[in-house]
C-alpha cells in the first residue's frame, strides 16, 4: 500500500518550459489536492479535485492547469514556467474533510 | 474556521513526554481538532483528531478541556524522529461539498534533546 505517490521528486526547468507532475493514491479517494509551499510558509492549495472528471480552483490558481482523468491520478500542468513557480509541491487525497493523506512532495526550481 | 494559537517552539528530552498546546478559543459546536506535523522537507502527516472526547491512537493522545477552547498533544515517549512542526487545525470533520482546503499556520517546532 504505497499511499500518495508523486513524480518526479526534484525536476529543473528553465523560465518558458513546460512540465507535469504526477499524483497517484491507491486508497479509492474521492477528494485530490495540490498544494505548494514556499520556504518558511504554510501550505497553499492551488487546484483540487471533488471526483474523477471534476477540478477546481483553489487560492493560488494562476499558472497551473490540472486534470483528473482518472480517479487515482491528479496531474499538475506548467504550461510556462516562471521562477515565482519556484516551490515544494505537495499533492495530497482524502474521502472528504480535513483528514487528508500528503505525498512526499516535488522540489521544482524554475531558473 | 476557528483561529489557533500555538507557541512558536518547544523543546523535548529524548524518552520524555512532548506536551504540545493548542488554544481554539473561538470553536464552533461542530468543529473538530485536528493534529498534522510536518518533519523537515516531507510531506504533511496526520497524526490524530478528535470533538470533545479525549483521544489515542498509535501515535499520540489528544486530551480537549471540557469547554473545548483548547487542546493538548501528547507524545508519551519523544524520540529524536519526533523533531518536527506540529500544526493544529480546527475544521468541521464534513460539510458535503467544496473544497476542505487545510490551512496549516506557523505550528509549533518542537525540538527532541537526546
Known amino acids: 500500500n504505497a499511499g500518495v505517490t508523486q513524480t518526479p521528486k526534484f525536476r529543473v526547468l528553465k523560465t518558458g518550459q513546460s512540465m507535469t507532475l504526477l499524483c497517484a493514491q491507491d486508497m479509492n479517494h474521492e477528494y485530490m489536492y495540490w498544494y505548494r509551499q514556499d520556504p518558511g510558509m504554510g501550505l497553499r492549495l492551488i487546484h483540487y479535485?471533488?471526483?474523477?472528471?471534476?477540478?477546481a480552483k483553489g487560492e493560488v490558481p494562476d499558472g497551473y492547469n490540472v486534470s483528473r482523468l482518472k480517479k487515482q491520478n491528479f496531474l499538475l500542468g506548467l504550461e510556462s514556467a516562471a521562477p515565482s513557480q519556484t516551490s515544494v509541491y505537495f499533492c495530497?487525497?482524502?474521502?472528504?474533510?480535513?483528514?487528508?493523506?500528503f505525498g512526499a512532495g516535488t522540489r521544482l526550481s524554475v531558473l | 474556521d476557528a483561529k489557533t494559537t500555538q507557541p512558536p517552539s518547544m523543546d523535548c528530552a529524548e524518552g520524555r513526554a512532548a506536551n504540545l498546546p493548542c488554544n481554539h478559543s473561538t470553536i464552533s459546536g461542530n468543529e473538530y481538532v485536528y493534529w498534522y506535523r510536518q518533519i523537515h522537507s516531507q510531506g504533511p502527516q496526520y497524526i490524530i483528531h478528535?470533538?470533545?472526547n479525549n483521544e489515542t491512537n498509535e501515535m499520540a493522545s489528544l486530551i480537549i478541556t471540557e469547554d473545548r477552547k483548547s487542546s493538548t498533544l501528547i507524545l508519551p515517549h519523544a524520540t529524536l524522529r519526533d523533531t518536527a512542526v506540529y500544526y493544529c487545525i480546527v475544521r468541521p470533520a464534513y460539510s458535503g461539498a467544496g473544497s476542505y482546503q487545510l490551512t496549516f499556520g506557523k505550528g509549533t517546532k518542537l525540538s527532541v534533546i537526546p
Open positions: 479535485s471533488v471526483g474523477e472528471g471534476t477540478t
Open positions: 478528535g470533538l470533545k
Open positions: 495530497a487525497s482524502s474521502y472528504g474533510g480535513p483528514l487528508q493523506y
